[in-house]
């Protein structure tokens, strides 16, 4: 068991914490499958990222990149901290705009925005759209002209970087669905296309080199890339970026077998980085801007489940059933990412045995922790697995036609649900009959 449970809160009964309130409290009022957020973990990390910039006296943005976690109470939270958000779907800036939240602090994303998508952003005037690929320019152009409008953009690059991480995530080697190459001069010729539009802003470039990334070299490298490239572009046709935008990746503890240096840590890098590259080359700081998604929703999260079945199989291993699984965090199956999980009524009893948590969908490869050491449970025990708040619910599904959980926000003793739980009505309330 590692020492994330250190780290954990108990109260007087010895029950896990979550913002102030019992665990097992929220259970009772909410139910399980439960998604439990800390709201002061979001807040606090969002601070820590802001204070690097500052204390670099760089202007900056911090983005969140909304897809880890999106939800109109989530959006609302981000708009209290004064961050900006990043959304990769109509979808997402529809929750943004039902939110209240302020487009201009908005920044489009995605690989394949539709016609309509471009059309919405532009209607609203969000911040700025990451332009992709050539396509998507061809596109933006004929939107803008229709609409006789402007837009700041930005063009996102694969600086050829290769973050050392799990293949799945890998976003910044050239080889990627993602963005304009630099080397074979595809970026070069994307820029010449938005500087002969007078409809678009050039804001500045962007790169994003992968997820749960625990090395600091990547992004320095990459970072050093971008500025490269500015260069040369302000050297041939004299322009200037207003923004880097160096994307998230910032790794985040879920096990004991990861040790990441703390997600600010490597902004003040990148920073540090970019202030010297831009010097060596006589190019103005241009605003630094990130786009932590997993860093900031990650370790505030937590998934409530309750114990129900298991089975032993002699000399080999038990299975303890949880009553989720991967409907609402689909990541083990998907590519064998590794959490840990306590419980919750007493997180650090003493460790009885190593079982395998088994989510209750049917799916052979349904197992939420391969090895997980625990003390004797019940059915009716109360799991917490932990830091869960990253691409955890924003993938959900109701697979096997189980309702999705209900998400909860914790602050300062006090719940309160910020996505009400899915009911069976929920889940054919878009059938039709067969007629
Ligand atoms: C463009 C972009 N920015 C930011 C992120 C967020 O990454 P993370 O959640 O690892 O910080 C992603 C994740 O895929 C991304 O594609």
Redesign the pocket.
Known sequence: MSNQIDQLSTNQAGHLEIGGVDSLDLVKQYKTPLVVYDVKSIRDQIHHFQKVFQDNGVDFAVSY?S??FACIAMFQLINQEKAHI?V?SGGELYTAIKAGFPMERVSF?GNDKSREELEMAVEHQIGVI?LDNFHEIDLLKEVLEDKQSHINVML?VTPGVSAHTHEY?Q?GQVDSK?GFDIQSGQARKALGLVLEDQRMNMLGI?C?IG??IFEVKGFEMAAVKLIDTLADWNKEIGYVAKVVNV????GIKYTEDDDPIAPEMFVDAIVKAIKKRTEEVNLPMPAVWI?????IAGPAGYNLYTVGSRKDVPGIRSYVTVDGGMGDNIRPALYQAKYEAVLAKNPSAPIKETVRIAGKYCESGDILIQKQDLPATQPGDVLAMLDTG??GYAMASNYNRNPRPAVVFVENGKSQVAIRRETFEDLVALDEEFN
């Open positions: 990149a897809k880890a990043d990769v994303h990451i996102r995530d976003t993602f962007h994003h997820s749960q994307g998230g990746g910032f786009e932590p998604g997993r860093s990253a691409y």
